[in-house]
T-cell receptor, first 111, second 115 residues
Framework: LAKTTQPISMDSYEGQEVNITCSHNNIATNDYITWYQQFPSQGPRFIIQGYKTKVTNEVASLFIPADRKSSTLSLPRVSLSDTAVYYCLVGLNNAGNMLTFGGGTRLMVKP | NAGVTQTPKFRVLKTGQSMTLLCAQDMNHEYMYWYRQDPGMGLRLIHYSVGEGTTAKGEVPDGYNVSRLKKQNFLLGLESAAPSQTSVYFC??????????????FGEGSWLTVV
């Protein structure tokens, strides 16, 4: 299983860009990288997924270097409602992969 | 389209009592999972299933049992509840196709307190 390492917490201010990096040194060739967002008292929800280079959607961007041993979630111009825990998940949906979550990064956006 | 539905949402148990949490998904997903999340902590996988009639242990399976008799349902049982099992329980499901990566859809959670 590819283990992930993320910062425990980050602080930011409204309107700033936030970058959260996840390390996954033993990522497997076929593994995708997926980020989830969790608000208090709710289940995590999908934000973005990528395999290599850069992926962008209406919510965030995901940057993956060529060696794929890390990835960076970028949230442009955060607002107070982006305060949440962000999880980096690495792994493929095949038998034997338990899709374990790390501790996540607790992002606090301040006014 | 309800997605992933968990019942009950809240429950208080006495030590030693048994109960079952029900998870239902209407997305025809092959894979289903049960996680627990303690206050201020990340999610830990309890058990998972890769298809109807199959189950497997996750990171923290002790004290729990599961069954997947129907593809759309995944039951989590506590045979003899302990205070250490006080937690929020999340059910999740996903497709099995490799092209889908590992996008997981979560339920809203079940808050369980064991006194």
């Amino acid at each position: 299983l590819a283990k992930t390492t993320q910062p425990i917490s980050m602080d930011s201010y409204e309107g700033q860009e936030v970058n959260i990096t996840c390390s996954h040194n033993n990522i497997a060739t076929n593994d995708y990288i997926t980020w989830y967002q969790q608000f208090p008292s709710q289940g995590p929800r999908f934000i973005i997924q990528g395999y290599k280079t850069k992926v962008t959607n209406e919510v965030a961007s995901l940057f993956i270097p060529a060696d794929r041993k890390s990835s960076t979630l970028s949230l442009p111009r955060v607002s107070l409602s982006d305060t949440a825990v962000y999880y980096c998940l690495v792994g493929l949906n095949n038998a034997g992969n338990m899709l374990t979550f790390g501790g996540g990064t607790r992002l606090m956006v301040k006014p | 389209n309800a997605g992933v539905t968990q019942t009950p949402k809240f429950r208080v148990l006495k030590t030693g009592q048994s109960m079952t949490l029900l998870c239902a998904q209407d997305m025809n997903h092959e894979y289903m999972y049960w996680y627990r999340q303690d206050p201020g902590m990340g999610l830990r996988l309890i058990h998972y299933s890769v298809g109807e009639g199959t189950t497997a242990k996750g990171e923290v399976p002790d004290g729990y049992n599961v069954s997947r008799l129907k593809k759309q349902n995944f039951l989590l049982g506590l045979e003899s509840a302990a205070p250490s099992q006080t937690s929020v329980y999340f059910c999740a499901s996903s497709y099995s196709e490799r092209s889908s990566g590992n996008t997981i859809y979560f339920g809203e959670g079940s808050w369980l307190t064991v006194v």
